[in-house]
């Protein structure tokens, strides 16, 4: 890794840049950092926002110099009706934020499945981030067929018995339509003991969405906390995204401190640019 005062020194200026949305415009560090072969976008998994209501979840993730958002059901219902959906996407579009996917939608029945698709189709989503029950899989792939909307499965680490890792939804879908991949959660990879890393490159044909975070340990008992003051080696993760040439989205899920999580989303905002900064 290069020395720690280089990469604080640029991990500041992106912090900054994250703190200031002018600047970050500026600097070109807002949504969007592109770095020779790769066009990485951030963005906000809204779990994230969970105390906050809708208007004021897109107001932080602006002010984190981003500019889109996956909505978890409290910010926009899977049983609002289109008026409402319909409603909440011109209040993102006011705000300037791309409502690109919704979840964790967890999927039990064919009912659920069938309610998560004509959501997303209304909100013009083109993803979900899902968990679907095993039995579902063929069914959820005929949808994903019908609606052209990817189904990206999210992992879950220590405790889940559907999904723990990104390789348990790999072996299932490897040979489904491609738009049925994987959103992986670096943190609960780690919880796992496993490389998101090494994960990222052996299952980066369905990689469709990621979420990034850090935690404290590489073990159950890891918590979520700021990006740069955990276990995952970030520089060295954000290397490999960018070397394989990942176009897709990296979502801040910052699970701790949901009273107040706006500073340490934009010190993992910052982390993050600081770190693209010297790829």
Known sequence: MTNRRNFLKAAGIGMAAAAVPGLANAASVNAEVRKGKSDIQLGVASYTLRKFS???????????????????????????????????VELCKKKGVTLYGAGVVYMRSKE??????EYAKTAGMEMIVGVPNHELLEYVEGKVKEYDIKLAIHNHGPGDKLYP?????????????KRMGLCIDIGHTKRINRDPE??????????????????????????????????????????NVVDMGYKG??????????????????????????????L
């Open 54 to 88: 809708t208007e004021e979840a897109l107001d932080m993730t602006v002010r984190c110099g981003v500019n889109r958002i996956t909505f978890k059901d409290m910010h926009l219902p899977l049983d609002a009706d289109n008026a409402a959906i319909k409603e909440t």
């Open 112 to 117: 659920d499945v069938d309610r998560a698709f």
């Open 165 to 177: 890792s990104a390789e348990s939804a790999y072996n299932l879908i490897k040979n489904m339509d």
């Open 198 to 239: 090494q994960d990222v490159k052996d299952f980066f044909d369905r990689v469709l969405d990621i979420h990034i975070k850090d935690v404290t340990a590489a073990a159950a008992e890891g918590k979520t906390c700021i990006i740069g003051r955990g276990v995952i080696d970030f520089p060295a993760f954000m290397k």
């Open 249 to 278: 989205t990296l979502a801040l899920e910052y699970e701790a401190e949901a009273d107040d999580p706006l500073p340490g989303m934009m010190e993992s905002f910052g982390y993050t640019k600081g770190v693209m900064a010297m």
